[in-house]
């Protein structure tokens, strides 16, 4: 890798380690999206998958007085069913699935209505969260915009939302390591140390920074600038992914 590649995946990575630590979300989406257009999708997936377990781990740490154990707990029997049954087949998407699939998310999501959406701290919904969460990791590389649809309508406050969404995404992310870095590739390290060195530290950066735009967010400018982030961002992807189709 080039010096220019490794300063170019820094700054990436820095701003949407900055924005993911703002709302919980959406960086993932525009970090994987820009990773697929360099690279393969199993090196992507590792990348994406190291930078934001750093992220999302440090963003938990952060916020570790607000994070509801219970329901990471309960979100890790989802996972584990999931894992296991991309184990079974193990499955590798081309980069045209993993943009119609990132672009359609969110778009998915807004359209349920509102008396079926379901709730993390209900019944059966944590693990619900992490089963559809893990399968959208596995398949796209990304799970906020799936992971927001069971939080958004919880008695959780944006602070509570952020931290227990990290700590769930902390544990997909590892699964995802796993399954591309171990089982797929077999090299984990694929994309070069350098690469990952500086993917880590600007994720952490990038995290810290986002804290004190956080603070100033009320909840409700918080959960309207989530919806059109994402969904502006779903667009872009739906795109590109069904232009990639179409060519072949």
Request: charged content about 10%.
């Amino acid at each position: 890798m080039t010096p220019g590649f490794v300063f170019v995946i820094g700054l990436v990575v820095l701003g949407t380690s900055f924005l993911s630590g703002i709302f919980g979300m959406a960086g993932g989406m525009i970090l994987m999206g820009l990773l697929l257009m360099l690279m393969s999708v199993p090196a992507a997936m590792i990348l994406h998958g190291i930078t934001q377990a750093a992220s999302n781990g440090w963003r938990a740490f952060l916020w570790r007085a607000y994070v509801d154990w219970a329901i990471l707990a309960r979100y890790g029997v989802g996972s584990a069913i999931a894992f296991g049954l991309f184990m079974a087949v193990q499955f590798v998407p081309d980069r045209a699935l993993v943009f119609i699939l990132m672009g359609l998310m969110p778009f998915l999501i807004a359209a349920l209505p509102h008396r079926f959406s379901p709730r993390a701290d209900r019944p059966l919904g944590a693990e619900a969260c992490g089963f559809i969460g893990t399968a959208l990791q596995l398949l796209s590389g990304v799970s906020g915009p799936a992971l927001d649809i069971f939080f958004v309508r919880t008695l959780l406050d944006r602070r509570s939302v952020v931290a227990t969404k990290a700590v769930c995404q902390v544990a997909t992310h590892l699964i995802k390591l796993v399954y591309f870095g171990g089982v797929i590739s077999g090299n984990i390290a694929e994309t070069g140390w350098p690469v990952l060195g500086i993917s880590v530290a600007t994720a952490l950066a990038g995290t810290s920074l986002s804290r004190a735009i956080l603070e100033r967010l009320t909840d409700v400018q918080f959960r309207l600038w989530t919806q059109r982030l994402v969904l502006a961002v779903g667009a872009v992807y739906l795109i590109q992914g069904l232009a990639a189709f179409a060519g072949g």
